[in-house]
């Protein structure tokens, strides 16, 4: 049974870190490594005061969709996050450091949903019928734990290392695109940092947008006509140490920019 004195104590912490950008030792240290209740119950004692002070929920991230990610860890399963309208930065905008605290970058592919999706067991169609377009994304993850020092119940409890994104402005009809063969680079100043494809999250980001919608369900919180859906990483992700600017090439999904000022 959780209990709700430590779900405020370990929200509170995490959002004070947030807040103050200093991070804190792991949370694994108050929650059991296998007691993923209490950290979703942490996770969304913050989202539920963000919205009550006004903020907006725009969709849901998806973390832990690489296999390899998941067995570090020690889980089979991804986790997610929520995505608020303050987290999200246009293609090119200036991304201040000052406001993070250990970002990395990640590409991923983005998809726009036209219609709510309330089944209790999704399949692939439902998910392109109910999608509008995808679009190439970079996702900023960031971690309020010392040193990412995480295992799954850390990040599932500090939303699931949520920061910033952005999303590109070339939408593309999900029948135009292959998602699991679209391969990606990453770069910084033409340097390329990351390589990866469609197939390396969770085998088809497809597969990746049916287990959170399944999982959105169960919590009785469905993903609505709307919502952003970042499907997860599609290559190693890419520590930020310095001001600059991260380009994602998605094939099909052409560019996104990420630009990070001091």
Request: proline letters at 5%; glycine letters at 6%; hydrophobic letters at 45%.
């Amino acid at each position: 049974m959780t209990d709700p004195k430590l779900i405020a104590a370990l929200a509170a912490r995490l959002r004070d870190a947030e807040a103050s950008r200093a991070v804190i030792e792991p949370v694994r240290g108050q929650i059991a490594i296998d007691d993923i209740a209490t950290a979703y119950a942490v996770q969304q004692a913050n989202v539920d005061l963000r919205v009550r002070n006004g903020e907006r929920i725009v969709g849901r991230k998806i973390g832990l969709t690489s296999l390899a990610v998941q067995q570090q860890l020690g889980v089979d399963q991804p986790d997610f996050g929520a995505l608020f309208a303050s987290m999200a930065y246009g293609d090119g905008e200036p991304i201040p450091l000052s406001q993070l605290i250990q970002p990395k970058v990640e590409a991923e592919i983005a998809l726009v949903l036209e219609r709510d999706l309330t089944h209790e067991k999704h399949t692939f169609v439902d998910i392109l019928r109910a999608s509008a377009y995808a679009l190439a994304a970079i996702e900023i993850v960031d971690s309020r734990i010392q040193n990412w020092d995480i295992r799954f119940v850390d990040t599932v409890a500090d939303n699931a290392s949520s920061a910033r994104f952005v999303v590109g402005s070339r939408p593309v009809p999900l029948s135009q695109i292959d998602l699991a063969a679209c391969a990606m680079t990453l770069s910084r100043d033409n340097n390329v940092l990351s390589r990866g494809n469609g197939a390396a999250c969770l085998g088809n980001p497809l597969n990746a947008a049916v287990w959170l919608a399944d999982r959105m369900v169960q919590l009785s919180t469905p993903l609505r006509a709307g919502d952003v859906v970042l499907t997860g990483a599609l290559g190693p992700m890419a520590a930020v140490k310095a001001p600059g600017t991260y380009t994602a090439q998605i094939d099909g999904l052409g560019s996104v920019r990420a630009t990070f000022t001091a």
